[in-house]
């Protein structure tokens, strides 16, 4: 049946608006549970963008420490497009290709048929389940980088980037880092697959919603805040007859370009999507698991940087320091209030055109004063005038900002922010002093580095996930390069991708210090020498230490956080080592060895077949010798026979000339009697003829 043809289920409209409201219900009852969090979230973010315009209980500050702390802590934690790194969990060897069964040797006795041609259907048995292997190998190989450049493609451009640095600063800002990934296909008029996308997309805190529940994976479920014009609302997200099916709606006098918010609520235990207006409650849509995914839910678990266990109810992490963050604004407004009042003023006794006119007076210039004499009876002009006393109002702003470096000192504490990290060092601490400064004051941001990542890596299994369920065969052939096999195809039916292991390259959401990375790369290289330079004794004394060796080495390597391409050099070695154990290359001493002992053995053998040669010529020249007398004597008697054969010759030829003689005379005397027979036989005939004429004339006379 076409799914055209298919009946739509009738909907209840009273069950629809209670659900519609009991929905509503559940997220209003998740704001009440992080209310006192959204009340701190919305101050940072006040406090954060100086905001004078949003009304909440947030003040704004003079020193806006928060709005520091973030922008260091945000490009500190992911700066640096992540790298895909997919490969198999487990890879089997496929061994050695099978060898032929041997072929009898010449000289040996032939082998049986039947041996024979069983001893080759295994061998043809063996090289088919090899090749089998290899190519099933291969298929594991080419899927895992097929899913990697898809990948690698999605987040081309930049386009993760900027959602990720979103997320990370709502979860260093607010509280919670939410990021969603959405799967576009776009149709064309004839029905056929124009394109397949997949879109990473930050979702404001403000914006989501989450059921009750102890851990993410018990959450039953989320919900996401959208607004739309009203005419847009209708045109994606609204089912006519769903909508209808509710009864009519009352005319608010709304205009049609108004923005209306609505909610898109996933529900887990269902794992159906639903989509209810937020003003009246009213369901818009219903729609089966649209993804797929093994959790349900488009977005990996929020990156929440301050949680108890127990609890998914985020801190804001201003609130840790906001007490701090107010005593230094208040020092700073203290500060700035006395540098409004701390002015030079003094009093002058008299007339004091004179000292006006002085201290107006510009550089290297001369004032002449008509009261000389007078000023000079006041004893000099420091006696002419009385100063305002500003020197208590000095020591107390020196007093404030020493107490406000103070109170930064500890923010940075708190925060992690260590004065290495944020560029600021003593010129009198030694160089191993800041060192160590740099590496713990550093263990923090990696924790936060850490969140990052595993989103980020939660993102990629998602998206894996897609691309084997939703990618057709000709878009991940277009974008992959690479042609999809039966075998190919018969893996990505494996449930989640079980026998891959999908990561992300080491740091590389992190772009490292260029200094820290050419002093791990020499220490790496010298330490790699040292090592080579220690077994390399060994592994020529005994081969077979190769392989453990190189484990020893690979594990040691993968302390530096070389990258996949460093991974994937080292797993070849290990294949190298172990294929070197099998056929471990010749000793040079046991060669030399060997040599000595074959040319020795080849000198007695020439030495044996020398003399076994020159015995060999003397039995030989005795047998000439003895064949020799031998023909000597044959020949003088062929020689005597040959001389009584000649006599026996010419006594056959003289009676073979005789016999031929009186052969000739008797056909000679043949051939004469022949012509006389002949003659006579001539002459009969003749006389007959004539006799003949004769009796026909007399007849005729008559």
Not at 138 to 167: F, H, P, S, T, Y
């Amino acid at each position: 049946m076409d799914e055209a043809d298919t009946p739509k289920p009738a909907y209840d409209g009273e069950k629809l608006r209670l659900q519609g409201s009991k929905w509503m219900e559940k997220i209003r009852a998740a704001e009440k549970r992080e209310e006192r969090w959204r009340r701190d979230a919305e101050a940072a973010e006040k406090a954060y963008a100086c905001d004078t315009e949003t009304k909440n209980s947030g003040k704004l500050y003079d020193f806006n420490v928060l709005h520091s702390n973030v922008e260091t802590i945000v490009p500190a934690i992911y700066n640096s497009t992540p790298i895909p790194d997919i490969r198999r969990r487990f890879i089997e060897a496929i061994g050695e290709p099978p060898e032929p069964p041997p072929q009898p040797q010449q000289g040996q006795p032939p082998q049986d048929p039947r041996a024979a041609q069983m001893a080759m259907l295994q061998f043809q048995q063996a090289q088919q389940a090899f090749a089998q292997k290899e190519q099933a190998d291969k298929d594991a190989k080419d899927l895992g980088d097929m899913i990697e450049r898809v990948i690698a493609v999605q987040i081309d451009d930049n386009r993760m980037d900027k959602e990720i640095e979103a997320n990370a600063q709502d979860a260093f800002l607010a509280g919670r880092g939410v990021v969603r990934l959405r799967f576009d296909a776009q149709v064309g008029d004839d029905d056929s697959i124009k394109g397949e996308t997949i879109q990473t997309e930050v979702v404001a805190w403000r914006d989501f919603r989450m059921g009750p529940g102890s851990r993410w994976d018990n959450k039953p479920w989320i919900a996401f805040r959208h607004t739309l014009p009203c005419e847009v609302l209708e045109a994606k997200h609204t089912d006519k007859e769903l909508y209808a099916a509710q009864g009519p709606v009352p005319d608010t006098g709304d205009d049609d370009s108004d923005d209306v918010p609505f909610w898109e609520i996933w529900d887990k235990l269902e794992r159906k999507v639903y989509f209810v207006r937020e003003h009246d409650c009213r369901m818009l849509k219903e729609t089966d698991d649209p993804l797929g995914l093994k959790d349900f839910y488009p977005i990996p678990q929020p990156i929440q940087p301050i949680t108890l266990t127990g609890k998914t109810t985020p801190v804001c992490p201003f609130t840790v320091y906001k007490k701090l963050a107010d005593e230094l604004d208040t020092i700073t407004k203290r500060i700035n209030a006395i540098m409004k009042g701390l002015k030079v003023r003094g009093l002058v006794a008299g007339d004091a055109t004179d000292i006006q006119q002085l201290s107006n007076a510009g550089d290297n210039e001369l004032v002449s004063v008509a009261n000389l004499e007078g000023l000079a009876q006041t004893k000099g002009l420091e006696n002419a005038i009385m100063w305002w006393p500003i020197e208590q109002a000095i020591k107390v702003l020196s007093g404030l900002y020493e107490q406000r470096e103070v109170v930064k000192s500890a923010i940075y504490e708190i925060t992690g922010i260590s004065d290495i990290i944020r560029g600021a060092s003593n010129a009198n601490e030694t160089l191993g002093a800041q060192q160590i400064k740099t590496q713990w004051g550093a263990l923090r941001i990696q924790k936060m580095q850490r969140m990052i990542e595993r989103q980020v890596r939660d993102l990629f299994v998602m998206m894996a996930d897609i691309i084997i369920t939703k990618f057709s065969p000709q878009t991940l052939q277009t974008i992959s390069g690479i042609q999809i096999t039966p075998g190919m195809q018969a893996l990505m039916q494996q449930p989640n991708l079980a026998g891959y292991r999908i990561d992300i390259e080491s740091d590389s959401t992190v772009r490292a210090d260029l200094t820290r990375q050419k002093a791990d790369m020499t220490e790496f290289l010298t330490g790699t020498g040292t090592f080579f330079g220690s077994v390399a004794p060994l592994v020529q004394q005994a081969p077979e230490m190769g392989e453990p060796m190189a484990e020893i080495y690979a594990s040691f390597a993968r302390v530096f956080k070389l990258g996949k391409q460093a991974e994937d050099a080292l797993e070849r070695l290990s294949k190298m080592a172990k294929a070197s154990a099998k056929n471990p290359p010749p000793n040079p001493e046991a060669e030399k060895m060997k040599a000595e002992q074959e040319m020795k053995q080849a000198e007695f053998g020439m030495k044996a077949e020398a003399s076994k040669a020159d015995m060999a010529i003397k039995q030989r020249t005795a047998e000439m010798d003895s064949q020799e007398r031998m023909e000597e004597l044959q020949l003088k008697r062929e020689i005597a026979g040959i001389d009584r054969e000649m006599k026996l010759m010419d006594l056959e030829m003289k009676r073979e000339e005789l016999a031929m003689r009186r052969e000739a005379l008797s056909m000679g005397l043949n051939a004469k009697q022949a012509e006389t027979a002949m003659k006579l036989s001539a002459q009969q005939q003749s006389n007959d003829l004539k006799a003949e004429q004769a009796a026909q004339n007399g007849k005729a006379k008559q």
